[in-house]
């Protein structure tokens, strides 16, 4: 946590522009800050009947994966936290700014070793569509 607040990457829906941005600013303060790529590779898969995104807590495993870094406050971090529900842990990620800063931040990560369905290749980057 920083003197502003939580920052907090996001790789999916939660993005500006995507299905879920609203939940960012439903319950305390959210904050874009920048966009970042994660400084390992990690493997972003689409998974389930919704092919919703996970990020798998297999780092060095897929590519480095573009989002966005949010500053919260904490009841805004507690309510993502809920919606985000259990299939999802918060965890310790770095990232790299347009600048070249090293950001500390968390990220919702799923269990790598979930029997799950993915589908098609780990991507780079969530699309829009």
Same mark, same amino acid.
Request: glycine content about 8%; proline content about 6%; charged content about 20%.
């Given at each position: 946590? &920083? /003197?502003?607040?939580?920052? +907090?990457?996001?790789?999916?829906?939660? =993005?500006?522009?995507? !299905?879920?941005?609203? @939940? +960012?600013?439903?319950?305390?303060?959210?904050?874009?800050?920048?966009?970042?790529? &994660?400084?390992? !590779? $990690?493997?972003? %898969?689409?998974? #389930? =009947?919704?092919?919703?995104?996970? +990020?798998?807590? *297999? =780092?060095?495993?897929?590519? =480095?994966?573009?989002?966005?870094?949010?500053?919260?406050?904490? %009841?805004?971090? @507690?309510?993502?936290?809920?919606?985000?529900? *259990?299939?999802?842990?918060? &965890?310790?990620?770095?990232? /790299?700014? !347009? #600048?070249?800063?090293?950001?500390?931040?968390?990220? $919702?990560?799923?269990? $790598?070793?979930?029997?799950? @369905?993915?589908?098609? !290749?780990?991507?780079?980057? $969530?699309? *829009? @569509?």
């Amino acid at each position: 946590m &920083t /003197e502003a607040g939580h920052l +907090l990457f996001v790789y999916g829906t939660l =993005q500006r522009g995507y !299905p879920n941005e609203h @939940e +960012l600013r439903v319950k305390g303060t959210a904050a874009f800050k920048c966009e970042a790529i &994660t400084m390992s !590779p $990690y493997p972003l %898969a689409i998974t #389930n =009947q919704y092919f919703r995104p996970w +990020l798998l807590d *297999k =780092q060095g495993l897929g590519h =480095q994966v573009a989002g966005e870094v949010w500053v919260l406050d904490d %009841a805004c971090l @507690e309510y993502v936290d809920a919606f985000e529900g *259990k299939d999802f842990t918060r &965890t310790p990620i770095s990232v /790299e700014a !347009p #600048n070249g800063d090293i950001l500390s931040c968390t990220s $919702y990560l799923v269990n $790598y070793e979930r029997n799950e @369905e993915w589908h098609g !290749p780990f991507l780079t980057k $969530y699309p *829009k @569509e």
